[in-house]
């Protein structure tokens, strides 16, 4: 696609419950971003992949999130067990290498309930 | 954490000028500014970055004091349609990763 395609744009769940949010980057960049978005807050890093590096898992905030990338494209971001405090846009960027501009998805709103 | 520090708010007319400074008094040599901008619900959008020499592009011009201490974006006329939050990030190119978001400046083009 001509832009990077996140999925689904909303999401509602009850708390407790496992969510996946995907992404499908720009085809041919390595580099893949997750940032989370609280209501009125600024974005917050989650984890960055660039090509067959190790991630940069620096910013999940608990063992409750995690992230994978599959054959270098999709991603993958699931939260276990789902807080009220995980309600936020979780955005996922993707730039054709490392160090290269960072083009953004639409989001997804995730809301716990 | 963020290396940037912006003024939360401002206005401007719609038609005018709109000046947004950002302060990056750490700034390394080998590091880049660059812009984003965040409407309403919508990803962050790229704007421009520089280095040290001012640049121009369709949507705006950025301006880097000699000592790349500070900087300014420019967009030139203003419409309503630029009202949203403005972010300024200092980046090493080529080999960075993560983009560091302030809590910006959020832009109101007033009609």
């Known amino acids: 696609g001509a832009g990077v395609s996140q999925s689904p744009s909303n999401k509602v769940t009850e708390k407790g419950k496992d969510v996946e949010l995907r992404c499908d980057p720009i085809?041919?960049?390595?580099?893949l971003y997750w940032y989370r978005q609280s209501l009125g807050q600024g974005l917050e890093f989650l984890i960055y992949f660039q090509g067959n590096s190790a991630p940069d898992k620096s910013g999940l905030p608990s063992d409750r999130f995690s992230a994978e990338r599959t054959g270098g494209s999709v991603s993958t971001l699931t939260i276990q067990r789902t807080q009220q405090e995980d309600s936020a846009v979780y955005l996922c960027?993707?730039?054709?290498?490392?160090?290269?501009?960072?083009?953004f998805g639409q989001g997804t709103r995730l809301t716990v309930v | 954490d963020a290396k940037t520090t912006q003024p939360p708010s401002m206005d401007c007319a719609e038609g005018r000028a709109a000046n947004l400074p950002c302060n990056h008094s750490?700034?390394?040599?080998?590091?880049?500014v660059y812009w984003y901008r965040q409407i309403h619900s919508q990803g962050p959008q790229y704007i421009i970055h520089g280095l040290k020499n001012n640049e121009t592009n369709e949507m705006a011009s950025l301006i880097i004091t000699e000592d790349r201490k500070s900087s300014t974006l420019i967009l030139p006329h203003a419409t309503l349609r630029d009202t949203a939050v403005y972010y300024c990030i200092v980046r090493v190119a080529h080999t960075g990763n993560q983009f560091y978001f302030g809590t910006g400046t959020s832009l109101t083009v007033i009609p």
């Open positions: 750490t700034i390394s040599g080998n590091e880049y």
């Open positions: 085809s041919g960049h390595t580099a």
């Open positions: 960027a993707s730039s054709l290498g490392a160090g290269g501009l960072a083009f």
